[in-house]
């Protein structure tokens, strides 16, 4: 049995993510912007079968481990919490990237742009972390099948994430052209996703373990 405040609590940290620069994003606004929609959303499927190699692969090995040291949970939330940290520095350090400043890509067929997004989304230290020491802290051992929370927990990260990326694929164009000639949008577009990471990071940290769920 999942908890609503443990969906509600991975699709807050989930949209956190996905609305922070990264390569998923990276990639998929680029080839947006100079192959078209088609691409991005071609690109976007292979990144969502990441997402699924992820899945399934995080939970069949958590679901072992867990049962066997409880314990780790707490390290885990840690970890999970410090990479929060990084990840909001990188974002509002100076000098910092927006998402959205985004180059130009010579054209793909379509199988590479599948292959290429798969491999984007497999090689991302991001949804790695997120899958191993972000999500996993939101599992509470006493609500049940342990594999069931983390397939349900995951799932709902890749909804979140695969429907901002899609409304981000669908107007990458207009966006980058829009911000690309406003810098204090850009500025803003940064502060805003890296305070948001801060404060997962830190509600993260000082949660006591399985208040999440």
């Known amino acids: 049995m999942v908890e609503q405040t443990a969906v509600l609590s991975v699709a807050s940290v989930g949209l956190g993510m996905v609305l922070s620069p990264g390569p998923n994003m990276m990639y998929l606004i680029s080839r947006s912007t100079s192959q078209g929609r088609r691409a991005g959303i071609i690109s976007l499927a292979g990144v969502a079968a990441g997402f699924l190699v992820y899945l399934v692969g ?3 090995g958590l679901a072992v481990l867990f049962a066997a040291l409880p314990g780790l949970l707490t390290v885990i939330r840690v970890a999970g919490a410090l990479y929060l940290l990084w990840l909001a520095w990188q974002t509002l350090k100076p000098g910092g990237m927006s998402v959205f400043a985004s180059k130009d890509v010579p054209p793909e067929p379509p199988r590479r742009l599948f292959l290429m997004g798969l491999m984007t989304n497999l090689l991302n230290p991001k949804i790695a972390l997120l899958y191993v ?3 996993p802290q939101f599992i509470a051992l006493d609500q049940g099948n342990v594999l069931l929370q ?12 695969l429907l901002v990326n899609l409304a981000i694929v669908l ?13 204090t949008w850009l500025r803003a ?4 996703m ?4 801060a404060v997962l990071a830190i509600t993260l ?3 006591p373990q399985g208040a999440a769920s």
């Open 58 to 60: 995080a939970n069949l």
């Open 133 to 135: 020491a972000v999500i």
């Open 150 to 161: 983390g397939t349900v927990l995951g799932c709902v990260q890749i909804a979140v994430a």
């Open 171 to 183: 107007a990458a164009g207009g966006i980058a052209g829009f911000l690309a000639v406003r810098p």
């Open 189 to 192: 577009q940064r502060l805003v």
């Open 194 to 197: 890296g305070s948001l990471l």
């Open 205 to 207: 940290a000082v949660m």
